[in-house]
């Protein structure tokens, strides 16, 4: 069974700053993508950023310049946050493309970590 697990959610002034971390453990062959998704209250989940195995990224134009996403291991993700404003305010989610001995492409989602910026 494969896992993702996120971190470092939390409340923060606007202007501040989280780390948000992930990490895949379980019966995992390789990771390719990793991304992060975020779903605000009544609004439907969007994609953040993404990073591939070979580091090409992405990032959503209401993002950009503001968030980085990096990957110091093969099975972790971070996304570090800068510049946060009240419309960062949401739950985070972990995502990744992964390949297990059984099945050679697999999504796998985390449970969430609520992120919000609020004087």
């Known amino acids: 069974q494969v896992q993702l697990v996120e971190s470092g959610g939390g409340l923060v002034q606007p202007g501040g700053s989280l780390r948000l971390s992930c990490v895949a453990s379980g019966s995992l062959f390789s990771v390719d993508a990793m991304a992060w998704y975020r779903q605000a209250p009544g609004k439907q989940r969007e994609l953040v950023a993404r990073?591939?195995?070979?580091?090409?990224t992405h990032y959503s134009d209401s993002v950009k310049g503001r968030f980085t996403i990096s990957r110091d291991h093969p099975k972790n993700s971070n996304l570090h946050m800068d510049s946060l404003q009240p419309e960062d305010t949401a739950v985070y989610y972990c995502n990744a493309q992964v390949a297990t001995m059984a099945v050679p492409s697999l999504e796998v989602w985390g449970q969430g970590t609520l992120v919000t910026v609020s004087s």
């Open positions: 990073m591939t195995s070979g580091a090409i």
